[in-house]
């Protein structure tokens, strides 16, 4: 979990049109992985990307 942090706390340096094509890394990371949640709270929660990756924030 402390790598979630660390990637999560300089994911929130970057201006706004890094964080868009930092969630789509992120996104695209998880779905190789072939993960089927991506916890992060800025996505919608229950956000469902490709049919198979379901978006969870950790605060809904």
Known sequence: MRTAEAVL???KAFPGNVQKEARTLLEKA??????????FEDLQNGQVIDGRLVIRSPFA
């Not at 998880?30 to 916890?39: Q, R, S």
């Open 30 to 39: 998880a779905l190789t992985a072939d993960c089927p949640t991506l916890c």
């Open 9 to 11: 706390e300089i994911y």
